[in-house]
């Protein structure tokens, strides 16, 4: 093995993941952040952000492991740099490339021999473009490959150290042989090929997950009108192995840190380059108004929304994570609270009190906290603590025991028993299952 470190500049859920599951195959890794804070709780044995197992593996690979917030101590070790800063959306829908193009700056800046390998996700033709900026930069012996992550958070160890695929465009044979030879270990199929190529892998990848949720979202709007039962339909086209189980869970929307940035962005990228994606807009347009129908449901259900007290169980935009990025609790709270709705919320991954992405959002310690005394619950996100909770118990604490079940994950049969009105998305009319004998 390489007797230089691995270098990993960015150590959020992508870069520090990365970084530990490269110490576990082995290597050597240094990672570097800009953000000091995050950076010495690092160094402190600390984890910054919320992964399930990952403080394990930090702690069992430590001696592999060692961070710095300077470029400098960087790139005086290491040669391999992978790139996992983070590509926001900028107000145009463009990704907004300037975190990368900073960390591209600074090892332009001090010349050596390097293989920049990125991971974080960016548009079509990067790739390209940074090899234009370091020849102009002067910065000759710094060759590039995309390596695209397909992580998700909350899964994210077992998805990086057991991928459905390993993705890796390069322009020149050997960058690409190099960064084959760090996953070393990983048994999957891996993909060889252009830069291009391989940055449009991980936006179609994305697009086409999205194209799926806003699709089955779109069926369960249809089932509500006629009747039908969304989850029995997903069953019914899940067994098709064209079709599968996945990413057929009908709900209020997709959101966190990938999706939408990143339909938004494969959107874009066709308009610049003069194609009109019809197909995305519509699952964009389809999944903010998702986000939406729950108000609806709500208003309906209660006859009108001003003065009444909705409490709202999950906030983050998925379970197992701590991410609320473009969570769809955010476009909720700030609906119902807009429509003169008291909002309380619980979310085992936040404290309780105030928080700045929901002003006016009383948070809870507990999930009874928020439910007493409400006219309504609101399940935003599964997490495995609601499967357990006791929905008699909660039921009895509500003002009116009604819940809208934005997952579709407590079982109507197990709402009935606990004495809640329930609605779920897109569930019609639920028949039961016929008697045995
Ligand atoms: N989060 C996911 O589930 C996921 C999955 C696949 C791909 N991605 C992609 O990976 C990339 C990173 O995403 P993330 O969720 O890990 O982001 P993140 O915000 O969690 O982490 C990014 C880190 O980069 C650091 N950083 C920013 N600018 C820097 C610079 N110039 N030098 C050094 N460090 C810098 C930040 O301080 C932060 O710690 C994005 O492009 C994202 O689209 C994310």
Not at 154 to 168: H, K, N, S, T, Y
Not at 342 to 364: R, T
Not at 404 to 419: K, L, M, Q, S, T
């Amino acid at each position: 093995m390489d007797a230089a470190p691995i270098g990993v500049v960015g150590t959020g859920y992508v870069g520090l993941v990365s970084a530990v599951c490269f110490a576990h195959l082995g290597h050597d890794v240094l990672c570097m952040d800009v953000d000091e804070a995050k950076i010495a709780r690092l160094e402190r044995g600390e984890v910054p952000i919320f992964e399930p197992g990952l403080e394990k593996l930090v702690s069992d690979n430590a001696a592999r492991l060692s961070f710095t917030t300077s470029y400098d101590v960087l790139l005086d070790s290491c040669h391999i740099l992978f790139i996992a800063v983070d590509t926001p959306p900028s107000p145009s829908g463009d990704a907004d490339l300037s975190r990368v193009q900073y960390a591209v700056r600074e090892i332009a800046a001090r010349h050596g021999e390097r293989l920049l390998v990125m991971k974080s996700t960016v548009p079509v033709g990067t790739g390209e473009k940074v090899m234009a900026d370091l020849e102009a930069l002067g910065a000759a012996g710094i060759t590039y490959a995309s390596n695209p992550e397909f992580l998700r958070e909350g899964a994210a160890i077992q998805d990086f150290l057991e991928p459905d695929r390993i993705v890796i465009g390069s322009f020149r044979e050997e960058d690409g042989a190099v960064v084959e030879s760090l996953y070393r270990g990983i048994d999957t199929n891996v993909v060889r090929t252009s830069v291009p190529t391989a940055e449009m892998v991980k936006y179609a990848s994305n697009a086409f997950l999205a194209t799926k949720i806003s699709f089955i979202n779109e069926i369960a709007n249809v089932c509500e009108q006629v009747g039908a039962d969304v989850k029995t339909v997903a069953h019914g086209m899940g067994l098709d192995h064209r079709i599968g189980p996945h990413f057929l869970q009908a709900g209020i929307g997709y959101g966190g840190s990938c999706f939408p940035k990143d339909v938004q962005a494969l959107k874009q990228l066709a308009g610049n380059s003069g194609y009109h994606f019809q197909l995305l807009n519509a699952v964009i347009e389809v999944n903010a108004l998702q986000k939406r129908r729950v108000v609806g449901k709500l208003k309906e259900r209660l006859g009108g929304l001003r003065g009444a007290t909705v409490a709202l169980l999950g906030l983050t935009f998925k379970p197992n994570t701590d991410d609320l990025r473009e969570a769809a609790s955010i476009v909720l709270a700030g609906r119902l609270i807009h429509e003169g709705v008291s909002v309380k919320a619980y979310d085992p991954m936040l404290d309780a009190g105030d928080h700045p992405l929901f002003p006016g959002v009383e948070i809870c310690a507990e999930p009874v906290e928020a439910l007493e005394g409400a006219d309504a619950a609101v399940l935003v996100t599964e997490w495995p603590e609601f499967a357990r909770l006791d929905w008699a118990a909660a039921a009895g604490a509500m003002a009116r025991p009604l819940l809208i079940d934005g997952r579709n994950f407590v079982e109507p049969a197990v709402a009935a028993e606990a004495g809640l009105e329930y609605e779920g998305i897109g569930l019609g009319d639920v028949v039961p299952a016929p008697v045995a004998g």
